[in-house]
């Protein structure tokens, strides 16, 4: 039975190639041969990946300005963040056997932090820079 379905997906998958070239040979005979020899260079070029992935894995901070089991501190750090223009991230946490919240912002890139501390520091705010 599996021999049969082998046979039938490859047979399918002739009859579709054929089906392509027949269909578009007239646009592939314009392309030439030097399309395709740049296309399979293209494909099996390292660096090309390379840099498209390096681009794709850029580190992401967070910045964390405490985890606070009483609400009233949350209120007084988020007042003070929105009064300097930032969104907060709060977060329920259980945190040494009471539920707190974690307050932290971003995420921001490495260009965007180094502004983000600036203010921070400005304005005498502890931190902690987490990064993932």
């Known amino acids: ?4 379905y082998r046979l039938a997906v490859f047979l399918g998958l002739i009859l579709f190639l ?6 578009y040979s007239s646009k ?3 392309l030439g041969k030097d399309f395709f020899v740049q296309y399979v260079n293209m494909l099996f070029d390292n660096s090309i990946i390379k840099d498209n992935f390096t681009q794709l894995k850029k580190t992401i901070y967070f910045v964390q300005l405490g985890i606070f089991a009483k609400q009233s501190e949350v209120d007084k750090i988020r007042a ?3 009064l300097l223009g930032f969104d907060l ?3 329920k946490i259980f945190f040494q056997g009471n539920i707190a919240t974690k307050i932290t ?3 921001y890139d490495e260009n965007i932090l180094k502004d983000i501390e600036k203010i ?3 304005n005498n705010i502890k ?3 987490i990064n993932e």
Do not use: A
């Open 1 to 4: 039975m599996r021999k049969l």
């Open 18 to 23: 054929s089906f392509f070239y027949f269909s």
């Open 28 to 30: 592939i005979s314009l």
């Open 80 to 82: 003070k963040m929105l």
């Open 89 to 91: 991230n709060l977060k």
């Open 105 to 107: 912002l971003g995420p």
């Open 120 to 122: 921070l520091k400005k």
């Open 127 to 129: 931190y902690l820079v």
